[in-house]
């Protein structure tokens, strides 16, 4: 079966520190979310890219996270610099975007410790 | 706006009890899709089932049963005769659109069940 490959699996860094997670979407998916989950939030949306393009990066905090995607089979998702409360396991998943098309299939996540 | 709403956040059962795991939903959207999401504890988050807001065929396949009622913006999901493997945190979730899944996705908070042998 075909899946998303997320990495690293786990992360544990300083505070400051910058964190990179990358995240490979399923062969011929267009579309790439970013969720975070924590206790407090849930599960909620970061980001998401259709071909390549950013939809909608509200849910983003803009000062010190990013999210490209480089090229269609890379998707990476950035924090400089990163703080405590960024703590949290993140979510990539990929569909493919077009009516009547499969729901999204999701990675295994990273989970991000900031000490 | 979009809103999804699991009122149980945790539920204790008996291997073999039958179980329904509620969820209730807002949107202004006429078209949108409805899914079930399980986290087990090994952390993966697996798709379940997907349903679109035109079609309010209830659904089964095997032990596990949707029942899809626009009247009540709800879409609950039983599980029969459970497992001790149906263990999980189980979210719901909601995307408006005509796409399926390929637009962002609003979760509830997430409902976990414990099955005890």
């Known amino acids: 079966d075909a899946r998303v490959t997320q990495t690293p699996r786990h992360k544990v860094t300083e505070m400051g520190q910058e964190v990179t997670m990358r995240c490979q979407p399923i062969l011929g998916h267009n579309t790439v979310f970013w969720y975070r989950q924590t206790m407090m939030q849930g599960l909620e949306l970061l980001a998401y890219f259709r071909n390549r393009a950013p939809l909608d990066d509200s849910g983003m905090p803009k000062d010190r996270f990013s999210a490209e995607m480089p090229d269609a089979t890379l998707a990476t998702l950035k924090i400089q610099p990163s703080e405590p409360r960024d703590s949290a396991v993140y979510f990539c998943?990929?569909?493919?975007?077009?009516?009547?098309?499969?729901?999204?299939?999701f990675g295994d996540g990273t989970r991000l410790s900031i000490l | 706006a979009q809103k999804v709403t699991q009122a149980q956040t945790e539920i204790s059962v008996v291997e073999k009890e039958d179980v329904t795991l509620d969820c209730v939903y807002e949107t202004r959207d006429t078209t949108y899709y409805l899914f079930w999401y399980k986290q087990p504890p090994s952390g993966e988050l697996v798709f379940l089932i997907r349903?679109?807001?035109?079609?309010?065929q209830n659904e089964i396949s095997g032990r596990y049963s949707w029942n899809f009622q626009k009247s009540t913006s709800s879409f609950n999901f039983t599980i029969t005769a459970s497992q001790v493997v149906d263990s999980a945190v189980y979210f719901c979730a909601l995307s408006e659109g005509a796409q399926g899944g390929s637009e962002k996705l609003v979760f509830g908070k997430g409902m976990k069940l414990t099955v005890n042998p």
């Open positions: 349903r679109n807001s035109f079609d309010e």
């Open positions: 998943a990929s569909a493919k975007g077009s009516y009547n098309n499969q729901p999204q299939h």
